[in-house]
């Protein structure tokens, strides 16, 4: 792996350039009224899917861009730098590498094409159960076999943007946990077409703090043809674990597009903003936690760069990728604070945009896995410390 770049090539200028663009069509105030009426910000997604945006993952053969993760994080930054919400469309990139990486040439063909187009939509994914929590491999969705199809009961919770997506990328239990040797065995993961299956599943909206378009989602009875199950039965838990390292990397790129724009933001109104004669910048009240806020940030980017460059090489990059949306939201939360602190009491009026970036920000330190999780996998994992659960 050559050394993680200093200065970005000209293609990745680019796309951050294209990217802005495509962006500055949908302002602030389109974000902040998607928000206040709790709405799917369609227009957008479907203007970035049109530019092709959204697929730059697929392979060209398969009707995509072909490029790799680190221009993907490109993308996303952009999107939130620019005051939007990537969590509207995120879903289908990071679903897309289990779909690469562990699915048949006849699943690609089936599908990739037509995500790729946008003629299908690919933005579920189901993980989360209410009962297990962050204790992944005690999901007890089920998913029996009898005869060629697999029948689903179970629930899923948080499943973000099921109501606009065709296809979910489920995780369900296909042998009981107690009739397995290792705990992340007997989990396999399915392409599920909810749209040809709605009448057996059940998506309800839950009214959260910010406009995510999150769902429970109640399958009773749903059908998966044995040919949609991704690899081999029983395997689906480590198909996912690649997947959620790119879906780490991704989101530690929408962290650091909001850290930037809260850094942003703050400098223009601490330039701008003149109380007892000068500027509020001229205070290192002020300034200072601005500066911090941008050196956190930068370095957070360092890692996310690493860990992007180590998944186009195809390297265990479990490791980084974590910690790299560890730090990415950690810094950007103390962003969000200074930028709040900055705007003084202008920052919680709506017309500032400031209060609804700053409850977007804090999603990344839960999801999609808590900040504690992460800890607790760098002291296991990397520094060999006694498991502790
Ligand atoms: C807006 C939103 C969108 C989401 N979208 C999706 C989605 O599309 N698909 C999906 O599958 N999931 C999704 N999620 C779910 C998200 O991944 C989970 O909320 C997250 O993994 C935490 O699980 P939990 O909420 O059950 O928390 P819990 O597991 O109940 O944890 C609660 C708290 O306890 C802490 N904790 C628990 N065990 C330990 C331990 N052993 N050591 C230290 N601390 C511990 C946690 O860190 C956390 O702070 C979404 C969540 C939200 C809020």
């Not at 663009?21 to 899917?49: G, H, I, N, S």
């Not at 962290?255 to 933001?265: A, E, H, P, T």
């Not at 701008?272 to 290192?284: L, M, T, Y």
Request: proline share 3%; glycine share 8%; hydrophobic share 40%.
């Amino acid at each position: 792996m050559s050394n993680t770049k200093i200065v970005e090539n000209t293609e990745h200028e680019m796309i951050r350039k294209s990217v802005r663009a495509l962006c500055e069509r949908f302002p602030e105030d389109y974000w902040r009224e998607t928000d206040e009426k709790d709405a799917y910000p369609t227009a957008f997604v479907q203007a970035l899917t049109e530019e092709g945006w959204l697929s730059v993952l697929i392979p060209e053969e398969y009707g995509g861009a072909g490029l790799g993760m680190t221009e993907a994080c490109i993308i996303l930054e952009e999107i939130n730098r620019s005051g939007g919400n990537s969590g509207a469309c995120h879903a289908q990139m990071y679903t897309m590498g289990a779909l690469l990486r562990h699915g048949n040439e006849d699943q690609k063909r089936r599908y990739l094409p037509k995500i790729a187009s946008g003629e299908l939509r690919l933005q579920a994914f189901g993980i989360t159960e209410p009962t297990a929590g962050s204790d992944t491999t005690s999901i007890q969705t089920f998913a029996e076999r009898v005869g060629d199809k697999y029948v689903v009961h179970g629930q899923k919770i948080w499943t973000s943007r099921a109501a606009h997506s065709d296809l979910m990328l489920l995780l369900a239990r296909t042998t009981p946990k107690d009739q397995v040797a290792k705990k992340t065995d007997g989990l396999s993961l399915f392409i599920l077409d909810m749209k040809e299956q709605a009448d057996k599943i059940d998506i309800r909206p839950i009214d959260t703090m910010i406009n995510h378009a999150t769902t429970e989602v109640f399958f009773e009875g749903a059908e998966i043809p044995v040919e949609n199950r991704i690899g081999e039965e029983g395997k689906g838990f480590r198909y996912v674990l690649g997947g959620m390292n790119a879906e780490r990397i991704l989101i530690a790129s929408e962290s650091i597009g909001d850290g930037m724009y809260f850094v942003d933001k703050a400098v223009q109104y601490a330039n701008e903003r003149e109380v007892f004669g000068r500027p509020i910048g001229k205070n290192q009240g002020v300034q200072f936690p601005i500066s911090k806020g941008y050196m956190d940030i930068q370095a957070a980017k360092l890692m996310r760069d690493k860990a992007a460059e180590m998944f186009d090489a195809g390297m265990d990059c479990g490791a980084e990728a974590n910690m790299s949306k560890y730090l990415a939201s950690e810094a950007t939360w103390r962003a969000a604070n200074a930028a709040m602190d900055t705007f003084g009491g202008y920052g919680f009026a709506k017309e500032y945009h400031i209060e609804r970036k700053f409850r977007e920000a804090r999603l990344f330190i839960v999801a999609p896995i808590t900040n504690n999780l992460v800890v607790s996998y760098v002291g296991q994992h990397v520094l060999g410390l006694p498991r502790s659960f």
